[in-house]
């Protein structure tokens, strides 16, 4: 049974600094990877999508890799911002199963101005 | 419309009430997902469709948790005889193709008192 972990838990940083949050996952036959965004008492923002063919994927300040082999992800995020503020949860979509998403509990994580 | 829509936002239901939860997916997309979030907690998925097809129900809690497609676009979470442990959220997603991942809806926050 695939298993999605996410470490830390709570993170808080001040502002400017580059961090990193880490995914773990029990399965590699996975199809894809995300990384989303979520605020309080908000659904789910996609931040990026890595297929499991590929190793990385940028948005801005945002960097994901992906190491399927050894069922890991990290989520590089630069220069930090206030507004970077709130709950980012990895997903795993595993081979076969039609495109359902297996979340981890996610990191929250709170950038101090 | 240019999102996934999700209703009513907030629900308190008296404990034994019946529930419906709908979503309007995105026009053209395909696949429908409803995942449970309870507080603190990741999305754990509940039910999958591609198009009018429920594909995969494992998700569902218990018989009391009954979901529906019928003309593959507005999907229904039906919850009979609600209990406490029923509160969460409940987000939808739908999805064109895998390759291109998924649009969650702000979701439907049910109380049951």
């Known amino acids: 049974k695939q298993e999605v972990t996410q470490i830390p838990a709570a993170l808080s940083v001040p502002e400017g600094e580059n961090l990193v949050l880490n995914c773990s996952f029990t399965?590699?036959?996975?199809?894809?990877l995300q990384w989303f965004r979520q605020d309080p008492g908000k659904g789910l923002t996609s931040l990026l999508l890595i297929q499991s063919s590929q190793r990385e994927q940028t948005s801005g300040r945002l960097n994901a890799s992906l190491d399927k082999s050894s069922g890991r992800s990290t989520l590089y995020i630069a220069a930090s911002q206030p507004g970077d503020s709130a709950t980012y949860l990895c997903a795993v979509s595993p081979w076969n199963q039609g495109g359902k998403l297996i979340f981890g509990q996610g990191t929250e994580l709170s950038v101090k101005p | 419309g240019a999102g996934v829509s999700q209703s009513p936002r907030y629900k308190v239901a008296k404990r034994g009430q019946d529930v419906a939860l709908r979503c309007d997916p995105i026009?053209?997309?395909?696949?429908l997902f409803w995942y449970q979030q309870a507080l603190g907690q990741g999305p754990e998925f509940l039910t999958y469709f591609q198009n009018e097809a429920q594909l995969d129900k494992s998700g569902l809690p218990s018989d009391r948790f009954f979901a529906e497609r019928p003309e593959g676009s507005v999907s229904t979470l039906k919850i009979q005889r609600t209990q406490q442990e029923d509160s969460a959220v409940y987000l939808c997603a739908s999805s064109f193709d895998m390759e291109n991942g998924y649009t969650f809806g702000s979701g439907t926050r049910l109380t049951v008192v």
């Open positions: 399965d590699s036959a996975i199809y894809n």
């Open positions: 026009s053209g997309h395909v696949s």
